[in-house]
């Protein structure tokens, strides 16, 4: 007679195979969001070079019509950012001046802003209120390094 033997094993997983599973899945998801938040870092930076070439598109169009760039100090002489704003470049919209990531309009005289600024100097070029040139400076966010757009003329 023929007796099939019968064994109880099961198809399922042993415990070291699904910790093994679990940390390869663990590794990838660290690649993939390292990776993503660089991307997002670079979009931020884009952002930022895009907003500064808009402002410095306006300015050289303040200077096609006045023949000089407008001084700004930062609120030092006794007017807000929204007054020198309105006064030199009305055309200039918030969300030229709000960097990513930020929810403030921010346009300091520095060159050196924070990742949250972007900053307008002139270098000490000014003769009363009227400028020969200027500089605009932003913060990258990937390599922390300060970048520079100059005035055309």
Same mark, same amino acid.
């Given at each position: ?29 660290? &690649?993939? =969001?390292? $990776? ?10 884009? @952002?930022?070079? +895009?907003?500064?070439? !808009? ?23 006794? &007017?807000? =950012?929204? $007054? ?10 918030? @969300?030229?001046? +709000?960097?990513?990531? !930020? ?51």
């Amino acid at each position: 007679m023929n007796h099939k033997r019968q064994t109880n094993k099961t198809n399922g997983f042993t415990i070291v195979e699904l910790l093994i599973v679990i940390v390869v899945i663990a590794i990838l998801a660290v &690649i993939t =969001l390292t $990776a993503f938040s660089g991307m997002q870092a670079k979009a931020r930076d884009s @952002e930022r070079k +895009t907003d500064i070439k !808009t402002i410095a598109k306006i300015l050289e169009l303040y200077y096609i019509d006045n023949g000089f760039y407008p001084i700004y100090s930062n609120g030092s002489v006794g &007017i807000g =950012l929204a $007054a020198w704003r309105s006064a030199n470049l009305p055309s200039l919209r918030d @969300e030229a001046i +709000t960097p990513p990531g !930020t929810s403030s309009v921010t346009l300091v005289n520095s060159t050196t802003p924070t990742i949250g600024q972007y900053g307008y100097h002139n270098s000490g070029s000014c003769v009363g209120t009227q400028c020969p040139l200027f500089r605009l400076y932003w913060r990258s966010e990937v390599d922390n390094t300060i970048q520079t757009v100059l005035s055309l003329n």
